[in-house]
Protein backbone atom coordinates (compact mmCIF):
# COMPACT_ATOMS: atom_id res chain seq x y z
CA UNK A 1 0.00 0.00 0.00
CA UNK A 2 1.54 3.09 -1.24
CA UNK A 3 1.70 6.20 1.82
CA UNK A 4 -0.32 8.32 -0.49
CA UNK A 5 -3.15 5.81 -1.18
CA UNK A 6 -6.52 6.94 -0.29
CA UNK A 7 -6.47 3.64 1.85
CA UNK A 8 -3.24 4.79 4.00
CA UNK A 9 -5.01 8.33 4.30
CA UNK A 10 -7.74 6.95 6.59
CA UNK A 11 -6.21 4.36 8.13
CA UNK A 12 -6.61 5.53 11.33
CA UNK A 13 -10.14 6.50 10.99
CA UNK A 14 -10.53 2.62 9.63
CA UNK A 15 -9.07 1.53 12.58
CA UNK A 16 -11.15 2.74 14.68
CA UNK A 17 -13.48 -0.22 15.40
CA UNK A 18 -16.86 1.45 15.53
CA UNK A 19 -16.55 2.83 12.22
CA UNK A 20 -14.29 0.53 9.98
CA UNK A 21 -14.09 -0.18 6.40
CA UNK A 22 -18.04 -0.30 6.15
CA UNK A 23 -18.66 2.67 8.40
CA UNK A 24 -16.12 4.40 6.61
CA UNK A 25 -17.42 3.90 3.06
CA UNK A 26 -20.56 5.19 4.21
CA UNK A 27 -19.19 8.18 4.95
CA UNK A 28 -17.08 8.79 2.12
CA UNK A 29 -20.76 8.28 0.31
CA UNK A 30 -22.22 11.00 1.99
CA UNK A 31 -23.32 14.64 1.34
CA UNK A 32 -23.37 17.44 4.00
CA UNK A 33 -24.44 20.86 4.05
CA UNK A 34 -22.56 23.09 6.54
CA UNK A 35 -25.60 26.34 6.92
CA UNK A 36 -22.70 28.98 7.89
CA UNK A 37 -18.89 28.96 7.46
CA UNK A 38 -18.16 31.22 10.71
CA UNK A 39 -16.30 29.65 13.97
CA UNK A 40 -18.52 26.53 13.86
CA UNK A 41 -19.06 25.96 9.95
CA UNK A 42 -14.99 26.19 8.75
CA UNK A 43 -13.83 23.79 11.77
CA UNK A 44 -16.69 21.36 11.60
CA UNK A 45 -16.37 21.50 7.46
CA UNK A 46 -12.50 20.82 7.74
CA UNK A 47 -13.05 17.58 10.07
CA UNK A 48 -15.56 16.35 7.92
CA UNK A 49 -13.17 17.09 5.04
CA UNK A 50 -10.43 15.18 6.43
CA UNK A 51 -12.58 12.32 7.14
CA UNK A 52 -13.66 11.43 3.61
CA UNK A 53 -17.20 13.28 3.46
CA UNK A 54 -18.25 12.39 -0.33
CA UNK A 55 -19.41 16.31 -1.29
CA UNK A 56 -19.71 19.06 0.97
CA UNK A 57 -22.16 22.30 0.68
CA UNK A 58 -20.44 25.47 2.53
CA UNK A 59 -23.57 28.02 2.08
CA UNK A 60 -22.45 31.42 3.52
CA UNK A 61 -23.86 34.94 2.65
CA UNK A 62 -20.62 37.08 4.06
CA UNK A 63 -17.37 37.87 3.29
CA UNK A 64 -13.82 37.77 4.71
CA UNK A 65 -13.22 40.71 7.76
CA UNK A 66 -10.60 41.20 10.39
CA UNK A 67 -12.59 39.70 12.87
CA UNK A 68 -13.02 36.34 11.94
CA UNK A 69 -9.30 35.39 11.66
CA UNK A 70 -9.40 34.93 15.87
CA UNK A 71 -11.75 31.84 15.52
CA UNK A 72 -12.30 30.87 11.72
CA UNK A 73 -10.49 28.47 11.27
CA UNK A 74 -10.31 27.86 7.58
CA UNK A 75 -9.25 31.65 6.40
CA UNK A 76 -5.72 33.86 6.26
CA UNK A 77 -5.01 37.43 6.08
CA UNK A 78 -5.09 37.45 2.63
CA UNK A 79 -9.10 36.68 2.37
CA UNK A 80 -9.48 39.36 4.66
CA UNK A 81 -7.62 41.98 2.76
CA UNK A 82 -9.32 41.00 -0.50
CA UNK A 83 -12.93 40.77 0.90
CA UNK A 84 -13.23 36.90 -0.54
CA UNK A 85 -16.37 35.34 0.18
CA UNK A 86 -16.37 32.97 2.89
CA UNK A 87 -18.16 30.16 1.03
CA UNK A 88 -15.29 30.34 -1.49
CA UNK A 89 -12.31 30.76 0.37
CA UNK A 90 -13.54 27.89 2.52
CA UNK A 91 -14.03 25.52 -0.52
CA UNK A 92 -10.70 26.20 -1.93
CA UNK A 93 -8.51 25.76 1.12
CA UNK A 94 -10.90 22.57 2.18
CA UNK A 95 -9.86 21.80 -1.50
CA UNK A 96 -6.43 21.90 -1.09
CA UNK A 97 -6.54 19.67 2.20
CA UNK A 98 -8.48 16.85 0.52
CA UNK A 99 -8.99 16.84 -2.80
CA UNK A 100 -11.68 13.91 -3.55
CA UNK A 101 -14.30 15.51 -1.68
CA UNK A 102 -16.44 17.28 -3.82
CA UNK A 103 -17.00 21.19 -2.69
CA UNK A 104 -19.69 23.69 -3.90
CA UNK A 105 -19.99 26.68 -2.56
CA UNK A 106 -23.13 28.83 -2.04
CA UNK A 107 -22.98 32.50 -1.55
CA UNK A 108 -26.42 32.54 -0.81
CA UNK A 109 -29.26 34.45 1.97
CA UNK A 110 -31.08 31.15 3.11
CA UNK A 111 -34.82 31.46 3.45
CA UNK A 112 -38.54 29.57 2.68
CA UNK A 113 -38.18 30.22 -1.18
CA UNK A 114 -34.57 28.91 -1.50
CA UNK A 115 -33.73 26.31 1.69
CA UNK A 116 -35.31 23.51 -0.68
CA UNK A 117 -33.36 23.82 -3.36
CA UNK A 118 -30.01 24.54 -1.44
CA UNK A 119 -30.05 21.87 0.51
CA UNK A 120 -31.97 19.15 -1.76
CA UNK A 121 -30.10 15.79 -1.94
CA UNK A 122 -28.26 16.32 1.56
CA UNK A 123 -27.87 13.05 3.99
CA UNK A 124 -27.25 15.92 7.00
CA UNK A 125 -27.03 19.74 7.87
CA UNK A 126 -24.32 21.55 10.08
CA UNK A 127 -25.78 23.76 12.04
CA UNK A 128 -23.57 26.57 11.96
CA UNK A 129 -25.92 29.38 10.95
CA UNK A 130 -25.66 31.47 14.62
CA UNK A 131 -29.61 32.51 13.58
CA UNK A 132 -32.50 31.63 15.87
CA UNK A 133 -34.90 32.17 13.15
CA UNK A 134 -32.50 30.41 10.42
CA UNK A 135 -32.42 27.61 12.64
CA UNK A 136 -36.82 27.57 12.77
CA UNK A 137 -36.47 27.75 9.47
CA UNK A 138 -34.06 24.35 9.14
CA UNK A 139 -36.15 22.54 11.56
CA UNK A 140 -39.17 23.19 9.73
CA UNK A 141 -37.40 21.85 6.46
CA UNK A 142 -35.61 19.19 8.36
CA UNK A 143 -39.55 17.72 9.36
CA UNK A 144 -40.55 17.60 5.94
CA UNK A 145 -37.75 16.53 4.48
CA UNK A 146 -36.82 13.81 7.45
CA UNK A 147 -33.47 15.00 6.97
CA UNK A 148 -31.30 15.22 10.31
CA UNK A 149 -29.14 18.17 11.00
CA UNK A 150 -26.51 18.84 14.25
CA UNK A 151 -27.28 22.02 15.97
CA UNK A 152 -24.53 24.26 17.46
CA UNK A 153 -23.87 27.66 18.87
CA UNK A 154 -21.30 29.37 21.37
CA UNK A 155 -21.43 32.53 22.65
CA UNK A 156 -18.62 33.66 24.71
CA UNK A 157 -17.08 30.11 26.55
CA UNK A 158 -20.85 28.57 26.36
CA UNK A 159 -21.61 26.16 23.58
CA UNK A 160 -24.45 23.70 23.06
CA UNK A 161 -24.90 20.72 20.57
CA UNK A 162 -27.81 18.10 19.80
CA UNK A 163 -28.63 16.18 16.50
CA UNK A 164 -32.18 16.17 15.50
CA UNK A 165 -33.39 13.42 13.47
CA UNK A 166 -35.56 14.83 11.36
CA UNK A 167 -38.49 12.81 12.61
CA UNK A 168 -39.10 15.26 16.03
CA UNK A 169 -39.55 13.87 19.37
CA UNK A 170 -38.36 15.99 20.55
CA UNK A 171 -37.51 18.74 17.45
CA UNK A 172 -35.70 21.64 18.20
CA UNK A 173 -39.00 23.90 18.84
CA UNK A 174 -39.93 21.42 21.09
CA UNK A 175 -36.35 22.87 22.94
CA UNK A 176 -36.95 25.99 22.19
CA UNK A 177 -40.39 26.59 21.39
CA UNK A 178 -40.18 30.57 20.25
CA UNK A 179 -37.66 32.70 19.09
CA UNK A 180 -36.22 34.31 21.84
CA UNK A 181 -36.35 38.22 21.78
CA UNK A 182 -33.23 39.78 20.55
CA UNK A 183 -32.79 41.45 23.59
CA UNK A 184 -32.29 38.30 25.33
CA UNK A 185 -29.88 36.86 23.47
CA UNK A 186 -26.32 37.31 23.04
CA UNK A 187 -23.95 37.40 19.85
CA UNK A 188 -20.48 36.96 19.60
CA UNK A 189 -20.07 40.73 18.31
CA UNK A 190 -21.92 41.83 21.74
CA UNK A 191 -20.40 39.37 24.38
CA UNK A 192 -17.60 38.04 22.89
CA UNK A 193 -16.09 34.44 21.97
CA UNK A 194 -13.48 32.67 23.05
CA UNK A 195 -11.79 30.48 19.76
CA UNK A 196 -11.57 27.11 21.73
CA UNK A 197 -14.98 27.17 22.47
CA UNK A 198 -16.15 27.42 18.89
CA UNK A 199 -13.52 24.57 18.27
CA UNK A 200 -14.78 22.47 20.68
CA UNK A 201 -18.71 22.95 20.12
CA UNK A 202 -17.90 22.47 16.32
CA UNK A 203 -16.06 19.05 17.04
CA UNK A 204 -18.99 17.66 18.97
CA UNK A 205 -20.70 18.40 16.20
CA UNK A 206 -18.85 16.85 13.93
CA UNK A 207 -18.71 14.17 15.75
CA UNK A 208 -22.53 13.60 16.35
CA UNK A 209 -22.16 13.75 12.29
CA UNK A 210 -19.40 11.31 11.86
CA UNK A 211 -21.46 8.58 14.30
CA UNK A 212 -24.77 9.18 11.86
CA UNK A 213 -22.94 8.82 8.92
CA UNK A 214 -20.75 5.75 9.56
CA UNK A 215 -24.33 4.38 10.58
CA UNK A 216 -23.52 4.28 14.36
CA UNK A 217 -26.90 5.80 15.13
CA UNK A 218 -27.28 3.86 18.30
CA UNK A 219 -24.56 6.11 19.86
CA UNK A 220 -26.04 10.06 19.02
CA UNK A 221 -26.39 11.60 22.03
CA UNK A 222 -30.43 12.18 22.62
CA UNK A 223 -29.61 14.79 25.12
CA UNK A 224 -28.28 18.32 24.56
CA UNK A 225 -24.55 18.78 25.43
CA UNK A 226 -24.03 22.00 27.04
CA UNK A 227 -20.48 23.37 28.08
CA UNK A 228 -18.91 26.14 29.45
CA UNK A 229 -15.09 26.03 29.41
CA UNK A 230 -14.56 29.32 31.32
CA UNK A 231 -16.03 27.73 34.33
CA UNK A 232 -15.39 23.75 33.39
CA UNK A 233 -19.16 22.80 33.48
CA UNK A 234 -19.90 19.76 31.47
CA UNK A 235 -23.70 19.06 31.41
CA UNK A 236 -26.20 16.87 29.79
CA UNK A 237 -29.64 18.29 29.28
CA UNK A 238 -33.14 15.82 28.36
CA UNK A 239 -35.26 17.03 26.30
CA UNK A 240 -38.66 14.85 27.08
CA UNK A 241 -40.50 13.09 23.87
CA UNK A 242 -43.51 14.38 25.58
CA UNK A 243 -42.53 18.11 24.39
CA UNK A 244 -43.70 17.15 21.20
CA UNK A 245 -47.15 16.42 21.97
CA UNK A 246 -47.53 20.35 22.03
CA UNK A 247 -45.06 21.28 19.45
CA UNK A 248 -46.65 23.05 15.99
CA UNK A 249 -43.72 21.65 14.19
CA UNK A 250 -43.50 17.81 14.85
CA UNK A 251 -46.79 17.40 16.79
CA UNK A 252 -48.70 18.83 14.27
CA UNK A 253 -46.92 18.81 11.46
CA UNK A 254 -47.40 22.74 11.10
CA UNK A 255 -44.47 24.13 9.72
CA UNK A 256 -44.86 27.76 10.09
CA UNK A 257 -41.53 29.23 9.09
CA UNK A 258 -41.04 27.25 6.46
CA UNK A 259 -44.58 27.47 4.69
CA UNK A 260 -46.90 29.22 7.14
CA UNK A 261 -47.69 32.49 8.52
CA UNK A 262 -44.31 33.05 10.33
CA UNK A 263 -42.03 32.82 7.33
CA UNK A 264 -42.01 36.71 6.97
CA UNK A 265 -40.79 36.95 10.90
CA UNK A 266 -36.97 35.56 9.34
CA UNK A 267 -37.38 37.08 5.89
CA UNK A 268 -38.62 40.58 5.88
CA UNK A 269 -36.59 42.80 4.67
CA UNK A 270 -36.51 46.02 1.99
CA UNK A 271 -34.27 48.37 0.87
CA UNK A 272 -35.42 52.01 1.79
CA UNK A 273 -36.61 53.87 -1.07
CA UNK A 274 -34.21 56.94 -1.51
CA UNK A 275 -31.79 56.52 1.43
CA UNK A 276 -28.64 53.80 1.67
CA UNK A 277 -30.81 51.45 3.85
CA UNK A 278 -32.14 48.37 4.65
CA UNK A 279 -35.24 47.62 6.72
CA UNK A 280 -35.04 44.57 8.39
CA UNK A 281 -38.61 43.43 10.74
CA UNK A 282 -37.34 41.36 13.09
CA UNK A 283 -39.17 39.46 15.89
CA UNK A 284 -42.55 41.18 16.47
CA UNK A 285 -43.20 38.62 19.57
CA UNK A 286 -41.78 40.56 22.49
CA UNK A 287 -41.20 44.28 23.24
CA UNK A 288 -37.59 44.93 23.08
CA UNK A 289 -36.01 45.57 26.43
CA UNK A 290 -33.86 48.81 24.48
CA UNK A 291 -31.89 49.73 27.79
CA UNK A 292 -30.55 46.49 27.83
CA UNK A 293 -29.34 46.10 24.38
CA UNK A 294 -28.00 49.86 25.00
CA UNK A 295 -25.76 48.43 27.55
CA UNK A 296 -25.29 45.29 25.51
CA UNK A 297 -23.54 47.85 22.73
CA UNK A 298 -21.41 49.98 24.83
CA UNK A 299 -18.37 48.16 23.98
CA UNK A 300 -19.34 47.38 20.69
CA UNK A 301 -19.54 51.15 19.49
CA UNK A 302 -20.85 54.54 20.04
CA UNK A 303 -24.09 54.37 21.11
CA UNK A 304 -27.15 57.15 20.78
CA UNK A 305 -30.11 55.69 22.96
CA UNK A 306 -33.78 57.76 23.66
CA UNK A 307 -37.31 56.37 24.48
CA UNK A 308 -38.09 55.33 21.30
CA UNK A 309 -34.87 53.75 19.68
CA UNK A 310 -31.67 52.74 20.16
CA UNK A 311 -28.55 53.44 17.47
CA UNK A 312 -25.20 51.62 17.20
CA UNK A 313 -22.10 53.02 15.05
CA UNK A 314 -20.00 49.66 15.08
CA UNK A 315 -17.72 51.30 12.76
CA UNK A 316 -17.89 54.44 10.23
CA UNK A 317 -19.35 52.84 7.40
CA UNK A 318 -22.48 51.85 9.28
CA UNK A 319 -25.28 52.39 11.50
CA UNK A 320 -27.80 50.11 13.25
CA UNK A 321 -30.97 51.40 14.68
CA UNK A 322 -32.97 49.37 16.63
CA UNK A 323 -37.14 49.79 17.62
CA UNK A 324 -39.00 48.71 20.49
CA UNK A 325 -41.22 46.31 17.68
CA UNK A 326 -37.86 45.08 16.87
CA UNK A 327 -37.33 46.80 13.66
CA UNK A 328 -33.44 47.16 12.69
CA UNK A 329 -32.87 49.88 9.81
CA UNK A 330 -29.14 49.33 9.16
CA UNK A 331 -27.73 52.49 7.26
CA UNK A 332 -24.39 52.41 5.14
CA UNK A 333 -25.40 49.84 2.67
CA UNK A 334 -28.50 48.77 0.24
CA UNK A 335 -27.98 45.14 -0.13
CA UNK A 336 -30.34 43.45 2.32
CA UNK A 337 -27.61 40.47 2.46
CA UNK A 338 -24.90 42.99 3.86
CA UNK A 339 -28.08 44.29 6.13
CA UNK A 340 -28.83 40.47 7.59
CA UNK A 341 -24.75 40.14 8.35
CA UNK A 342 -24.78 43.29 10.57
CA UNK A 343 -28.34 42.41 11.71
CA UNK A 344 -27.36 38.60 12.95
CA UNK A 345 -24.02 40.31 13.97
CA UNK A 346 -25.28 42.95 16.29
CA UNK A 347 -28.49 41.98 17.35
CA UNK A 348 -28.91 38.24 17.03
CA UNK A 349 -32.19 36.17 17.43
Known sequence: MSSDSPANRYARQIQFAPIG???HQSITGSRVAVLGAGALGTVAAEI???AGVGK???????????????RQALYIEQDAIDGRSKADASCDRLKAIN???ELHPVVADVSSGNISDILSDVDLVIDAADNFLIRFLLNDWSLKTKTPWVHGGCVGAVGQVRLFTGVGQPCFRCLVPEPPPASAVDTCDTAGVVGSATHTVASLQSTEAIKWLSGNRQHVHTSLLSIDLWNNRFRELNISPSLSDSC???GNDEYQFLEGDRTVQSEAA??????????????RDAEIDLTLMAERWKNVGRVQANPFFVRLFPNDAHSLTLFRDGRVVITGTSEISVARTLYDRFVGG
Do not use: K
Not at 270 to 283: F, K
Open 270 to 283: ATLCGRDAVQIAGS
Open 48 to 50: LAR
Open 248 to 250: PAC
Open 99 to 101: SNT
Open 56 to 70: LIIIDRDVVEWTNLQ
Open 21 to 23: SEG
